[in-house]
């Protein structure tokens, strides 16, 4: 099962980034059992949520299995492996494609300056 091999560099991408206003969410779009979802967890590492029965995502967000999807927190789908990558050893997953639209879409904090500068715009 490809998902399986990328699971542990979808859980590196979870470790570099779960300090940042950013989520990682696994999603069983076989409808499979607690037993199957537990498989998966133990056999890739995960400590992020792995949610199930998620089958109906599927023609929501008009992807097949084993697909990355990373969507903003406006709930707009900013990226979708399917289509991007060549199948391979890790199936769609691209770590390099999905950093990359990872990094781009992070909220960008604000600065000390900054808020100081959007605060006095609107002082009496």
């Known amino acids: 099962m490809q998902c399986r091999a990328a ?13 940042k206003p950013f989520r990682v969410l696994a999603v069983d779009c ?10 998966f967890i133990d056999a890739t590492g995960a400590t992020f949520p792995v ?14 299995y084993d697909n990355y999807v990373l969507v903003d927190a406006q ?3 900013r990226y979708v492996s399917e289509g991007v990558e060549v199948f391979g ?14 990094d781009r879409h992070l909220p960008t904090p604000v ?3 900054t808020w100081s500068t959007v605060k006095s715009l609107y002082r009496d």
């Not at 050893?89 to 990872?102: K, Q, V, W």
């Open 7 to 19: 699971g542990p560099v979808v859980e590196q991408i979870w470790q570099d980034y779960k300090d």
């Open 30 to 39: 076989w409808n499979g059992n607690t037993a199957a979802v537990q498989s």
């Open 51 to 64: 949610l199930r029965n998620g089958g109906s995502l599927l023609t929501a967000y008009h992807v097949r």
């Open 75 to 77: 709930g707009i789908v």
């Open 89 to 102: 050893p890790l199936g769609r997953f691209h770590n390099a494609h999905l950093r990359s639209a990872i």
């Open 111 to 113: 600065s000390a300056p």
